[in-house]
């Protein structure tokens, strides 16, 4: 089984854009650590830059609510950034259904 990363980067390199995932593991933490801590993907294409949080379908709302309270936010909109919640679950045909959310 692929990882909801793994099914963001496909997605959005299958769409054109040059995509790379920008959450690193911390060894000292012992956690992932997302870029500005609300990005797990960033994607570049189309004269337009994407910051993607991937996540399981259950926990889009819990994301979303943590990005709204980053202080970066704010930063990412001004610099015309486009914020995006990607919810992954698999349906009962085996396949897995994208739920997007865009809170730039």
């Given at each position: 089984?692929?990882?909801?990363?793994?099914?963001?980067?496909?997605?959005?390199?299958?769409?054109?854009?040059?995509?790379?995932?920008?959450?690193?593991?911390?060894?000292?933490?012992?956690?992932?650590?997302?870029?500005?801590?609300?990005?797990?993907?960033?994607?570049?294409?189309?004269?337009e830059t994407v910051g993607v949080q991937s996540t399981?379908?259950?926990?889009?709302?819990?994301?979303?609510?943590?990005?709204?309270?980053?202080?970066?936010l704010a930063e990412l909109r001004k610099s015309g950034?486009?914020?995006?919640?990607?919810?992954?679950?698999?349906?009962?045909?085996?396949?897995?259904?994208?739920?997007?959310?865009?809170?730039?």
């Open positions: 089984m692929s990882s909801p990363t793994q099914r963001t980067l496909k997605k959005w390199r299958d769409a054109g854009y040059t995509a790379a995932v920008v959450e690193k593991w911390n060894s000292h933490a012992r956690c992932r650590q997302d870029l500005y801590g609300i990005i797990d993907v960033l994607c570049v294409g189309h004269g399981s379908g259950s926990n889009v709302s819990t994301r979303i609510r943590k990005i709204e309270d980053s202080e970066v950034w486009r914020v995006i919640v990607e919810g992954w679950r698999k349906k009962p045909n085996g396949r897995y259904e994208c739920r997007e959310v865009d809170i730039s």
